[in-house]
């Protein structure tokens, strides 16, 4: 009732009581933390906060949290926000998933989605492997990496979500790292905050089939820029880039998409007009 | 044998494309229709999109129709480009008389093979003398005058067509239609429509796919997405324009897997939802369908079957989805199907599937088809049901939320986002009374039996089926079907044979203590369907004790049955 | 009752995740194998992905076995952490015996509730004593020994496990199984395992998704593509390396969406493809199939069930894929569906599945699970047979090339890309003899009865099913549970009832007159299945004629059927 | 047998008997035409290539051409393709399909089919909306576009596909118009010369439901610079060009995709080896 400055809510009044199956190190404990956090510093209660996700180690997120929660089959994880978001705007819409469910079998969803702009955020914790099935390659799986399914490595080039993002129109484009959790928070915050379709790439290291990317903490750095708003320079910086540029790299300025509702609505047998003769 | 119980007349136009006979089909419709007749169009076209041969198929009569009679009575052909398709489609007999000019090309092989009596029309020389008449108007005029109708019959509707392009337009219109009128002579029909009777309710004029949204929305529907296909695309097409108007709203998707998922969201979010598709995007929607049974999302999915298998016949009707529409999901996930009987019938099974939806918190799938689903038919206004969505909601919650309870009802309350205390994560895993992921057997095997067991509670009452007669023969049919199979009915029971009819519009959960009663007494059984697999036949064998006498007529698509074929089965079984 | 007729032990390896119980497993598998016992052994895990706790449950004997027992004889624990888990896996009885460290953790509830025997085995002391000595390497040891299996037995296994681990993790192991074998006394276990009989065959280690992509490849499978899925990614994987050593390649496609369409495009071109995925994929496959049934383009896909509706349990096994596999297309798309019924069954039906879906260019599905598919097996090498998949391809092409003719057999010649004179477009919609796109009814049906009338024909042979015994009560069951069933009825025929197996390896077509013959004389009948929802069931009275009395043990996963299941409904049947 | 200088074929050695059911006046005449005119030049025998498509008005040229065609289901050309040029390596192969079919459905495989690079052609028949089903928006049909099912118009920015293909790894890009069948014949021959996946996407107006789009043909231009090897900058030009640049836009020099083939392979008992004990 009375108007507090400060904070109403804590990381943990967005954690569950459910422990995560993750193996110990992996880089989503991380993710989750930040993601707790920065819901505590946008101060909605939980119960207005839905997080939806597909299936995979990173889509195990939202039963870890205290909010609404989807956990879908793989790959659908934004269609079923787009509908919850469009019959909900109220609430705040947030997409958890990984490189296997967002790239690869949800890759038509991604493009779409960016096209659409509803006012979501989607979080790909991204570690080029499909961790949950065992390590299979990813679409940002490097071409060499031997996996019993891909013997000897893919030889296909790893393709660049951001770049795709921005190509189909997303509105916010960042790139994290899940061990910064200070970033990581504050990035998920600002994404959460822009408006329209907000797209937060998190390099999150799987331990267990990509024991290499223990060393992803010494190869990420700040952006060297600040944000564009001009996605055709985003794209370029982007597509140029070592890949380990961390921050907010592009902040679009496209109305987000609402669609055409009709308030409260007309008597039903308006619509029986169009039969009668 | 003569149509005499059902005092109809049939005919039909046709021409190539551009020449407008769907539109002279439409405004006949509406003519009849005003002046107080029953009547069902249906519309067959050639492959192109846009240019080919059509015809517009009617009946009208002095009762409701829900399907085709066995002959036309009069055709009138503004030309006959590639008329030779539509052979199949359209049965002619001696009694026919075809309208026709000799100057629009040769009259086609199977309508002089069918001995019809031609009649000529001089539609060129008509349109060579007045520059501003159309050909399908002269038509028009002219089957009214052979109909009987008065020409005057149609300036209510010519007005209200073309309204917007001004006044000449109509001025030559029913100057047309009246020099239709008089090239031809009245009386020169065997068959006569007599007056109509008064009827106490409104009438309409309305198609099959129209009839889906219109009863989706009255059962509470408020959210539908959309992928265009053939022939479902009028449902979601009227439900854009029509879903805004009463506070709701439908998203185009990229696909129809993305369509599904976004009603398993909407509904999740709290709005009575649906989609609309056809067999290949069903096929699309498997995935998401089981997942709405797992995670106990309400959704309705319609679809309006075409012929199959794969991409098939997008423009003809066929009740070949039978079997993905039961079985199709992976997995052990009761969900239920229903199937309307008649134009005027989707209304009620929207409406139905969407209460259905609500009330078990289960997907519904509903069996449309392209005869009913793209049909006009002029019907009585449906009558009012109360059945609303009324979804278990769960509000004030104290203490631990269990989405999936095993205390209490089956159906358990369902939070929505926003509801304090009730978050939870909805989840297609096997998981605890929290929602919670678990492949613990004793979880697995608990939502299993809630989820088989709130369905089979459910008392889903009288409209699990049509019940019709009460013979020793019986006919089990569904669908589309059954009007062609009361029709049949009635024709064999002037030659004195007594046919029972069973039309489920409840298929699955199979209902096998009414159908015991309803198959009562029952020594010979006949089904009929139209699939090529005899799918609805195996569906009743596995869930239904049938008698041991059973024929099956299992007519594939996409040729529609018609009363005569259904009274041809019913008197062979006699001789037999 | 005893398990006489079997002459096996069963045991178990307990430990947390890291404690490396599965390699204690195998290497006790490889060991009694290589000295000439068969055996099983199955992985069950928590839902973590590393890290967690996890059981190796095998059985050894002195014949093939195609399921575990009713009781483990043994049961050793390197630690007891969340071992409760596994209490409904692993039943246990007074005559079971544990080895376990007091020091690990107390006895879990499920195992003192069982009267199990305890007998300690030091491991913490022995490690502390031994720092070289890995835990899991000593209860190995000490298995052997209660086993009276010389520990030597192990020796070849460890040395082919750890080989490139250098010589002295070789020793220190080999030191820890004798360390463990001289901790525990022989003869404390009251079942005990005869020496093998010498076998004519070579023997060997292989799991049912190694089986099913050796079939496959000995079929003549040549291309693959691969979405992973559990617990189907053993075949992709074992076909991603063993295809390219034959001249095949494996592709990893996007999602199954595309893994369907490719191995369609690869069949196309010429080659025998093949795609392996589990419920929730096959769901995303089922529009695919039914084009490749349109197009009648040859395709193996295999579906490695497990728990469902949706995501379900992954890791566990269940048989509820039934419905989807027989009727999961839409329209009407005949197709074949194949089970094998074990680990070394999986060879034959993989590379049978390939034979006919070449035979006669349609989709096969076969459907294995998750209990077979990722158990692994001592068997002896499967036998040769002569299956090779041989297309009738259209080569010398003079006049019209007529892919789907009408004037001759049914199944008919496909041209391959590059043959002159063969150029055709392979449709998904009706078409015509020559594969243009018709809507004519003429050509639907003629295409549907050409499709339909390919399979009917066809003579599937003795392999249709597996039968067994003659009694006048008769188990109707297929697929894994079939192992299960075959020894519950050993089990009662000790009891002197005598009881038949029917069990179909082929579930589509239907095989009415087969059947027929194979239930003559049945007076009771039992339908024993892995699903919730009755779903063999509900296909038997849809296809078959069903003796009167039936009884139907549907048991949902994902607990396996064991043979004192069947016993015992054997049994009742005779009390009742 | 001996070497002749003139062309071995002629366009209509590509055509097939059948009359192609399109409106008159649609675009997608003229791209057949192309095509066929681009076969007879680039000289290999009809039997030789193979067509492959999904659903949709643009989707039904294999038919029309006398060459191995597959006619699949909505959405999947690519996949189709990639299994046929996998094991057929020897085949020409061309993947002909529409904006819905292409980049709706078909949006998942149109991003892996870039990336894969595997040596196809895919030319999409352009024309901003579903013309089979009559006239429903597809991903590039401008926002304000009145529809039935889109009563308004639909409010979202129509998506790039040329960008899309650059950012996904395409190692051709070019923009034809299909009433300047000289061009587009040229480009579809460069196309299928080029190595790796070659887009090439066709503006061909749909007569009927957008008859606005006969105005195409005056707006249409020759691009004003040359193709050009670097991703970024091709990128670049194209998010700012005004949508009716003609020409080759991109030309790549990434390596095909050749998946590992065993050669004629091995015995297969060599297989059974891991299995015996
Ligand atoms: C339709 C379908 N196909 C395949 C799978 C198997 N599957 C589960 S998770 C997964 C990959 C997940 O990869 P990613 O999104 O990168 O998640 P990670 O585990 O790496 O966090 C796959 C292929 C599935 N569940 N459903
Ligand atoms: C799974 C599935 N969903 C929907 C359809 C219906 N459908 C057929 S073609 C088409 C759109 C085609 O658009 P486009 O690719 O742009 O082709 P055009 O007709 O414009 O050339 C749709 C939605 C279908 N056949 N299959
Ligand atoms: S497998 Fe990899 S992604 Fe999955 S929980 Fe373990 S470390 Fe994390
Ligand atoms: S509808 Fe449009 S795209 Fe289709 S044939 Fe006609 S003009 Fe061409
Ligand atoms: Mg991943
Ligand atoms: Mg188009």
Known sequence: ?277 | MQLAEISSVSLAFLGSGGAGVISTGELLLEAACKNGWYGLLTRSVGPQIRGGEAAAMLRLATQPVDCHADRFDLLVAVDWLNAQRFALEMPLGPRTIALCDPESGAVPEFVRAAGVRVIELPLKAMTAANPEWRPNMIALGAALRVLGLPEDAARAAIENRFGDKGAAVIVASLAAVKGGADAVESGVLPARLPAPAASGTARWRISGNQAVGLGAVRGGVRFAAAYPITPATEILEWLALNLAKVGGALVQAEDELASINMIIGGSYAGAPSITATSGPGLSLMVEGIGLATAAEVPIVVVDVMRGGPSTGIPTKSEQSDLNIALYGMHGDAPHIVVAPQSVSDCVFTAQWATYLAEAMQIPVLLLSDQFMGQAHAAIDRPADVAFVGQRRIARDIAGTYRRYSLNGPNVTAMALPGTPGGQYTADGLSHSERGTPSSAASDHRAQLDKRANKVHEFDFGDHWATLHGSGEIAVLTWGSVTGAVLEGIALARTDGIDVRVIAPRLLLPAQPERMAAALGGVRELIVIEQSHGAQFYRYLRAHYHLPRNVRVVNSAGPLPLRPGDIYRELTAERAA
């Open chain 1, 1 to 277: 009732m009375s108007a507090e400055p400060k904070p109403a809510y804590k990381a943990s009044d967005f954690k569950s009581d459910i422990a995560p199956i993750w193996c110990p190190g992996c880089g989503d404990y991380h993710v989750l933390l930040s993601i707790t956090r920065a819901l505590a510093q946008l101060g909605k209660p939980p119960e207005q906060v839905a997080i939806v996700s597909g299936i995979g180690c990173s889509s195990r997120i939202p039963a870890y949290t205290n909010c609404y929660g989807f956990h879908g089959v793989h790959g659908r994880a934004l269609p079923i926000a787009t509908g919850l978001k469009v019959i909900r705007p109220d609430q705040t819409v947030i997409v958890t998933t990984g490189d296997g469910d967002g790239y690869s079998i949800g890759g038509n969803h991604f493009l779409h989605a960016c096209r659409r702009n509803l006012d979501l955020t989607m979080i790909v914790m991204d570690n080029h492997i499909y961790g949950m099935t065992k390590g299979q390659p990813s679409p940002t799986t490097e071409p060499d990496l031997d996996t019993a399914l891909t013997p000897g490595g893919t030889g296909l080039r790893p393709f660049n979500p951001l770049v795709i993002a921005l190509a189909s129109g997303a509105n916010f484009v960042a790139r994290a790292f899940a061990g910064n959790i200070g970033q990581t928070t504050s990035i998920i915050v600002d994404a959460v905050t822009h408006p329209g379709f907000s797209f937060v790439e998190i390099l999150s290291p799987c331990v267990t089939f990509r024991p290499d990317q223990r060393s992803w903490k010494t190869q990420v750095h700040p952006a060297p820029v600040d944000a564009t708003d001009d996605p055709a320079r985003a794209a370029r910086r982007i597509m140029t880039d070592d890949g380990f540029n961390l921050g907010v790299l592009y902040r679009g300025n496209r109305q987000p998409y609402t669609p055409k509702f009709g308030g409260s609505g007309c008597d039903l047998s308006e619509l029986e007009r169009e039969f009668e003769l």
